[in-house]
């Protein structure tokens, strides 16, 4: 399991190797080390092949460091052993550009060119 971006204010993603089952995986629980425990966290999946993305979204500070692991489940209620743990830290949204406000409108054409050369390929 490593970390995987997730470009959402205050979420954390988790990417890692689907488990296998002798009748199948229904699905995964993902758990965050939050306030000295870890916590059970609402967490979106999407698969790609042999992997799966989480997307953790909520209970998270942006910008804090998070602890994870994950534990599959199977048809019968059988749990994984937890996998290992790995560190996420939470998406900071940067703050959104501000406008420089109305003025003149920029009617200036953008400089030539210059420097031009053509590149033979060998």
Request: charged fraction near 15%.
């Amino acid at each position: 399991m490593g970390p995987y971006n997730a470009y959402i204010n205050g979420t954390a993603g988790l990417i890692w190797t689907k488990s296998t089952d002798d009748v199948a995986v229904t699905g995964y629980d993902v758990y965050a080390w939050i306030d000295g425990a870890f916590t059970p966290v609402t967490t979106q999946f999407f698969t790609s092949g042999d992997w799966v993305v989480g997307v953790v979204l909520q209970n998270l500070t942006p910008g804090r460091d998070y602890l994870f692991y994950v534990v599959a489940k199977d048809a019968d209620g059988n749990l994984s052993a937890p996998s290992d743990l790995v560190r996420q830290r939470a998406m900071v949204e940067p703050p959104l550009p501000t406008s420089p406000g109305p003025g003149a409108p920029d009617t200036a054409p953008p400089g030539t060119p210059t420097g031009l050369t053509a590149v033979t390929g060998k």
